[in-house]
């Protein structure tokens, strides 16, 4: 056997149960070819010596929205804590572009006015010229508007919005707060007027972070991502990206199935999943399948569906995304789906609204007699004690987010809003894949950072980055558990297991060189952050290459795949 390429003197994590770790791998065509010891490898074309570095399946991000990618037409109030910060941010920048219509911002904290919603008051007096000003909040499922905004909209005249839920005080004057937004706006009237109203949301603004958001995944070692929310109408944009060379990592593009979508529309799902496999893609780059509900919204604004009532709200236990009594809806159109054939990815983050998704998944099941179907639930960050078995017992993938979890995110919000008692309930990853469930790691993307070694160190101490306020402490899962859950975890959940998310022969040559070897942080996370990938390879391809592996493989990284380069006797040192 000759090799296409060679990486050798490295520490391999295979997650393969027969041989998890080996010293070598081989590439030949895009696909590997031999793991094992670096004495017993065949001769290849080229060779990496990775010098002790850690390699890895590529990272598998279940849960990234590409298109929410940052703007540089709007302002980021990431890290921004206060209100008089938020006013700052967004003044300064008003000033610095006069030639915008509107005013933009993202990534807002909920708690960014204490035992209170922000209002459109909040926002007065930062823009001279009277631009309408819109704040989207960091999980995208709140948006804030100023008083002039209100007005362009019509919502100050007691007008509704297609893309969200505008919130009214007791004499009916809108406060500039709207829920739903996401759900909302990702619908076909919902994105159109949007598209309409707010120019940050024209496609061409879209694309724009589409690519960024590529670059950004490649560059962090993400093989594979989930864009788990595309709207049919902006498919084409993914199709662009095809089509342009956009796409250096794989993509798996989630379908929105919004609330009150009928069968007719269901048919238009079906039609564009089937083209789409059919369409020249040899590489594999872009797939089609999933589909995106949701069974209620966020813990934060107290929309999400809570079995009993909220903390510090008497009364108030959210609603379901779905209307109907015990989410009889939600059942009909999952079961539906299931006999469409279609794998589901249902955001839940109350333990009511997980029960209803688990309910729903299963009773699909026990109507269509399907089965592995692994239909998925996103988020899973306030699961009852009762519910937990039911994951593995189902077949359920839990799709989590390991950052959300850490407590700069969620103090003055949703553990208040959850309340103290059932913080045991809080992103139970140990819990889960204990009982042997699939448990998938990702980003949430651009809710939390897209840096897996984030997610790396929040799953293992659930403490802010800084290391202060670990809490749970009974959740946290180690280094090689969280790492699995971004690997085979994730390619489990897409029916990838025998392409993906392992070191093992025949599967896909996408791998990862860190800089350092990871576990050797296994003791002190913090470490890891300090870490990044070094290389990103995706069917072979070198799409990305940094610090010494960059200077050691520069003749030959980029855009040609391994196997195309002239067969010689190449062999590159990273120090």
């Given at each position: 056997?000759?090799?296409?390429?060679?990486?050798?003197?490295?520490?391999?994590?295979?997650?393969?149960?027969?041989?998890?770790?080996?010293?070598?791998?081989?590439?030949?065509?895009?696909?590997?070819?031999?793991?094992?010891?670096?004495?017993?490898?065949?001769?290849?074309?080229?060779?990496?010596?990775?010098?002790?570095?850690?390699?890895?399946?590529?990272?598998?991000?279940?849960?990234?929205?590409?298109?929410?990618?940052?703007?540089?037409?709007?302002?980021?109030?990431?890290?921004?804590?206060?209100?008089?910060?938020?006013?700052?941010?967004?003044?300064?920048?008003?000033?610095?572009?006069?030639?915008?219509?509107?005013?933009?911002?993202?990534?807002?904290?909920?708690?960014?006015?204490?035992?209170?919603?922000?209002?459109?008051?909040?926002?007065?007096?930062?823009?001279?010229?009277?631009?309408?000003?819109?704040?989207?909040?960091?999980?995208?499922?709140?948006?804030?508007?100023?008083?002039?905004?209100?007005?362009?909209?019509?919502?100050?005249?007691g007008g509704a919005l297609a893309w969200g839920r505008p919130e009214r005080d007791e004499q009916g004057a809108a406060t500039g707060w709207v829920t739903d937004f996401y759900t909302s706006a990702?619908?076909?009237?919902?994105?159109?007027?949007?598209?309409?109203?707010?120019?940050?949301?024209?496609?061409?603004?879209?694309?724009?972070?589409?690519?960024?958001?590529?670059?950004?995944?490649?560059?962090?070692?993400?093989?594979?991502?989930?864009?788990?929310?595309?709207?049919?109408?902006?498919?084409?944009?993914?199709?662009?990206?095809?089509?342009?060379?956009?796409?250096?990592?794989?993509?798996?593009?989630?379908?929105?199935?919004?609330?009150?979508?009928?069968?007719?529309?269901?048919?238009?799902?079906?039609?564009?999943?089937?083209?789409?496999?059919?369409?020249?893609?040899?590489?594999?780059?872009?797939?089609?399948?999933?589909?995106?509900?949701?069974?209620?919204?966020?813990?934060?604004?107290?929309?999400?569906?809570?079995?009993?009532?909220?903390?510090?709200?008497?009364?108030?236990?959210?609603?379901?995304?779905?209307?109907?009594?015990?989410?009889?809806?939600?059942?009909?159109?999952?079961?539906?789906?299931?006999?469409?054939?279609?794998?589901?990815?249902?955001?839940?983050?109350?333990?009511?609204?997980?029960?209803?998704?688990?309910?729903?998944?299963?009773?699909?099941?026990?109507?269509?007699?399907?089965?592995?179907?692994?239909?998925?639930?996103?988020?899973?960050?306030?699961?009852?004690?009762?519910?937990?078995?039911?994951?593995?017992?189902?077949?359920?993938?839990?799709?989590?987010?390991?950052?959300?979890?850490?407590?700069?995110?969620?103090?003055?919000?949703?553990?208040?809003?959850?309340?103290?008692?059932?913080?045991?309930?809080?992103?139970?990853?140990?819990?889960?894949?204990?009982?042997?469930?699939?448990?998938?790691?990702?980003?949430?993307?651009?809710?939390?950072?897209?840096?897996?070694?984030?997610?790396?160190?929040?799953?293992?101490?659930?403490?802010?980055?800084?290391?202060?306020?670990?809490?749970?402490?009974?959740?946290?899962?180690?280094?090689?558990?969280?790492?699995?859950?971004?690997?085979?975890?994730g390619a489990r959940a897409w029916h990838l297991e025998s392409t993906r998310g392992r070191v093992t022969r025949g599967t896909d040559a996408d791998l990862v060189i860190w800089s350092g070897d990871?576990?050797?942080?296994?003791?002190?996370?913090?470490?890891?952050?300090?870490?990044?990938?070094?290389?990103?390879?995706?069917?072979?391809?070198?799409?990305?290459?940094?610090?010494?592996?960059?200077?050691?493989?520069?003749?030959?990284?980029?855009?040609?795949?391994?196997?195309?380069?002239?067969?010689?006797?190449e062999h590159v040192h990273v120090h």
């Open positions: 056997m000759s090799l296409d390429l060679l990486i050798t003197g490295a520490r391999v994590r295979t997650f393969d149960p027969l041989a998890p770790w080996a010293e070598a791998v081989g590439v030949v065509g895009g696909r590997i070819a031999w793991v094992g010891a670096a004495a017993d490898a065949p001769a290849a074309a080229r060779t990496i010596d990775a010098n002790g570095r850690l390699v890895t399946p590529g990272i598998i991000d279940s849960h990234n929205h590409l298109l929410l990618g940052f703007d540089e037409d709007a302002v980021s109030l990431e890290g921004a804590t206060t209100l008089a910060e938020v006013r700052r941010r967004i003044a300064a920048f008003a000033a610095r572009r006069p030639d915008l219509a509107w005013i933009c911002a993202e990534n807002a904290v909920y708690s960014i006015v204490e035992g209170r919603r922000p209002n459109a008051r909040d926002l007065a007096g930062l823009d001279p010229l009277g631009r309408p000003i819109l704040v989207t909040t960091y999980d995208q499922h709140s948006v804030w508007l100023d008083a002039h905004a209100l007005r362009a909209l019509g919502v100050a005249d990702m619908t076909v009237a919902g994105l159109a007027a949007l598209q309409r109203d707010i120019p940050m949301y024209s496609p061409e603004r879209r694309y724009r972070k589409l690519q960024g958001s590529m670059r950004m995944a490649t560059s962090l070692g993400i093989t594979t991502v989930v864009e788990p929310q595309v709207p049919l109408a902006e498919l084409p944009l993914f199709e662009r990206a095809l089509a342009e060379g956009v796409l250096t990592s794989r993509v798996i593009a989630a379908l929105f199935h919004p609330v009150g979508a009928d069968a007719a529309f269901r048919a238009e799902l079906r039609t564009a999943v089937d083209r789409a496999a059919g369409s020249p893609d040899p590489e594999g780059l872009l797939r089609l399948g999933p589909l995106k509900l949701y069974a209620d919204d966020v813990i934060e604004p107290h929309t999400a569906l809570m079995l009993e009532d909220y903390a510090n709200r008497p009364g108030v236990r959210g609603r379901p995304s779905y209307p109907g009594d015990a989410g009889r809806e939600l059942v009909g159109v999952i079961t539906e789906l299931d006999r469409l054939g279609f794998q589901t990815h249902t955001h839940a983050t109350g333990d009511g609204g997980i029960r209803l998704a688990l309910d729903a998944i299963e009773r699909a099941g026990r109507a269509n007699g399907t089965v592995d179907r692994r239909h998925g639930i996103v988020h899973v960050e306030c699961l009852h004690p009762d519910d937990l078995a039911r994951f593995a017992e189902l077949g359920v993938t839990a799709a989590m987010q390991p950052r959300h979890c850490s407590p700069d995110l969620v103090a003055g919000t949703w553990m208040e809003n959850v309340g103290e008692e059932r913080w045991s309930r809080a992103w139970r990853f140990r819990s889960l894949i204990e009982s042997g469930a699939t448990v998938a790691f990702s980003s949430d993307w651009q809710v939390g950072e897209m840096d897996p070694l984030v997610g790396l160190y929040s799953a293992a101490t659930r403490a802010g980055l800084d290391g202060s306020a670990a809490w749970t402490a009974a959740e946290r899962v180690g280094l090689d558990r969280a790492l699995e859950a971004y690997t085979a975890g990871l576990y050797d942080h296994a003791g002190d996370p913090a470490g890891v952050l300090g870490e990044h990938a070094e290389l990103t390879m995706v069917g072979g391809r070198l799409v990305h290459s940094t610090g010494a592996v960059a200077d050691a493989v520069g003749g030959f990284a980029g855009d040609d795949p391994v196997g195309t380069a002239p067969v010689g006797d």
